[in-house]
């Protein structure tokens, strides 16, 4: 009975040890999270976004010859 209970907590050892596939969850987790932060960022800071866009472009404009 003894060698049963022995060769349980083993395998139980052996499986809870088993780390297979871990990395791949864990960089789709930091890759999702990454994502997410990104479309925030650019979500909130659209309108600067576009305002810097447009002083560029009027930058660019009066630097053109006329």
């Given amino acids: ?3 049963k209970l022995v060769v349980k907590l083993l395998v139980l050892k052996m499986w809870a040890g088993d780390e297979h596939g871990q ?3 864990e960089y789709a987790l930091l890759t999702g999270g990454i994502a997410i932060l990104l479309v925030t960022a650019v979500g909130l800071l659209s309108g ?3 305002a810097w866009v447009n002083r560029m472009g009027g930058w660019f ?3 053109s010859p006329k």
């Fill in 1 to 3: 009975m003894l060698d």
């Fill in 23 to 25: 990395d791949l969850a």
């Fill in 48 to 50: 600067d976004i576009q």
């Fill in 61 to 63: 404009t009066n630097l």
